[in-house]
């Protein structure tokens, strides 16, 4: 959709007829977050913002300093399609998140991009970025996950299947979100839709949009939807690989292209690669976020388990794939181990924050590494001096904890709550007696 001015909100609210307003933000996991208001109060809410307690949001602030106040942005205005009625629309504003004192709330994860973001364009750079959510779609009255086709990748889906994508894919054309394609995945019941590459802050607002587009649609079809990064053992997980660009403000050309390089990449992409490839374990915990990611992350169900880069090989976490010599401007990176459980904003902040250290250091990436990295053997991996991810939440946890360039991008305040939350989801999960146990050691 087109940029709008507050004036031009409230124009267009007129013309689409709209009786309520969903303030919409996150909390620090990246769980969508909304407060209600009745059309009246919007010129109101575009001046001076809307009142909450932030006490009453996860990791966002204590009881003695919890008014904080949203103030929209004006350019994410749209009419949320599955809640028109003859009685009027209902459209949403996303937006920033504030303190009393004016100053931006630093435990923001929009801010928190926006703060990257605005480094980027003092180095002369636009961060653009080009997610692939990954999703299930399982028959909601069953008390098992049961997905809602057996098909697999890029196959001819079901009526069914395909009606629901149809209907995800024109309500995100509604919000203004040019989606490219949309195809059923590996698994059964596992589908991707992809939308057009973007700057990273536009990307993460539409991602958020597309996680309640498709979950809203699929509940409408009596499924449920879920970005859930391994919800099946034995299965296929759902994965959110990033395509990255940075591209030069002043020239507006894509400052990743040389045609000189046999990758078609400059020095300045392969800083990139290698400030990512130094501080993807900091960033694993953020990218990664939750105890079942690392469930997703282990060799045979195609996702990255060692830390390397090359052109071809998809074992890789960070690969280059090819792209038309006749258009430079889509020379990029695409990492692969983000899943879609994380919050978009956070992620794409820790993302670009290593990428321009890696340029500022001019941090060489290793050499390329082609062949399957499954097949190597612990000798090969020494020899050849590739590290691994880490396997679990608890080790991604003290990754974050090791590295100060994360630890700075989220600031004091969120990284504390952060590290909090993970810890005690970390701790909830290591005193759990699952089925698995019971099976393997009741008759010891």
Not at 7 to 17: A, F, G, T, W
Not at 433 to 438: A, D, G, L, M, N
Request: aromatic fraction near 10%.
């Amino acid at each position: 959709m087109t940029s709008m001015t507050a004036k031009e909100v409230l124009e267009r609210v007129k013309r689409d007829k709209v009786t309520f307003l969903n303030l919409q933000f996150t909390d620090i996991m990246g769980s969508l977050k909304q407060v209600t208001a009745p059309i009246k109060s919007l010129p109101d809410i575009l001046k001076y913002g809307a009142w909450f307690d932030g006490s009453s949001v996860e990791g966002f602030a204590r009881i003695h300093e919890s008014d904080l106040y949203l103030k929209p942005d004006s350019q994410t205005y749209s009419i949320i399609p599955w809640l028109n009625s003859p009685e009027g629309n209902t459209a949403r504003l996303i937006c920033d998140i504030y303190k009393p004192d004016g100053n931006p709330f630093q435990g923001d994860p929009r801010f928190i991009l926006k703060k990257v973001m605005k480094k980027a364009q003092d180095m002369g750079f636009t961060y653009n970025t080009g997610p692939e959510p990954e999703f299930f779609l399982f028959k909601d009255d069953s008390p098992s996950l049961v997905p809602m086709d057996s098909d697999g990748y890029f196959d001819l889906s079901t009526d069914e299947a395909h009606a629901i994508r149809r209907g995800i894919t024109a309500a995100l054309e509604m919000f203004g979100i040019d989606v490219e394609a949309s195809h059923h995945e590996v698994a059964p019941g596992q589908h991707e839709i992809d939308f057009k590459h973007g700057d990273a802050l536009t990307t993460a607002d539409r991602l958020l949009t597309l996680r309640v587009t498709v979950k809203s649609i699929a509940q409408r079809h009596g499924l449920k939807a879920s970005f859930m990064p391994k919800p099946i053992m034995g299965m296929n997980g759902s994965g959110m690989h990033v395509h990255q660009s940075l591209f030069n403000t002043k020239t507006t050309k894509n400052a990743f292209f040389d045609s000189k390089n046999k990758y078609n990449l400059s020095h300045m992409a392969f800083n990139f690669i290698g400030g990512q490839l130094h501080h993807v374990k900091g960033m694993m915990a953020v990218i990664c976020p939750t105890v079942n990611s690392y469930k997703r992350l282990v060799s045979g169900f195609e996702a990255p388990v060692y830390i390397s880069w090359a052109r071809i090989n998809r074992s890789a976490l960070i690969r280059v794939p090819k792209w038309f010599e006749d258009k430079p401007g889509s020379a990029r990176i695409e990492l692969r181990c983000p899943d879609p459980a994380c919050n978009p904003y956070l992620a794409f902040a820790v993302m670009l924050a290593a990428g321009l250290e890696g340029i500022e250091k001019k941090t060489k990436p290793p050499e390329p590494v082609e062949e399957d990295l499954y097949k190597f053997d612990e000798k090969s991996l020494i020899s050849r001096k590739i590290d691994m991810l880490p396997s679990s939440l608890y080790e991604a946890i003290l990754e974050l904890k090791k590295n100060n360039l994360i630890q700075d991008i989220l600031g004091e305040h969120l990284y504390r709550r952060y590290i909090d939350i993970k810890t005690k989801e970390w701790n909830e999960f290591k005193t759990q007696v699952t089925r698995w146990e019971i099976e393997k050691y009741i008759d010891i």
